[in-house]
């Protein structure tokens, strides 16, 4: 069974920066995509940012340019890194994972999740 634990989330003011971390067992595949999601209160779970088996990502349209996702293999983890971050930018995130392929990293209906991180930005 495939087990995910996120780790690395705290409240920062505006523009500041934070890595998200995700360690990933029990998951020896080849083909896979992997994303990160943020969830608000009372809003469903959107991606934020992607990643596939050939190392090919995506981003969500407002973190583009702030965001970077990254796949480290011989450590089995999946990261994060979130700079100038806004307010907007709050929420819980959730790392994610599936296999063989995804179509869209950012609307693929993950089968696996991991219990979430908390980012809070302040203004």
């Known amino acids: 069974q495939v087990r995910l634990m996120e780790s690395g989330g705290d409240s920062v003011q505006a523009g500041g920066s934070l890595t998200l971390s995700c360690a990933i067992s029990?998951?020896?595949?080849?083909?896979?995509?992997m994303a990160w999601f943020r969830q608000k209160p009372q809003k469903a779970r959107l991606g934020v940012a992607g990643i596939d088996w050939r190392g090919d990502t995506e981003y969500m349209d407002s973190v583009k340019g702030r965001f970077t996702i990254s796949r480290d293999k011989a450590n089995n983890s999946l990261s994060l890194q979130m700079t100038n971050l806004q307010p907007e930018d709050t929420g819980m995130y959730y790392c994610v994972v599936d296999m063989p392929r995804c179509q869209n990293t950012l609307t693929h209906e993950y089968r696996f999740w991991g219990r979430g991180t908390q980012v809070t930005v302040s203004s």
């Open positions: 029990e998951f020896p595949y080849n083909s896979y995509c």
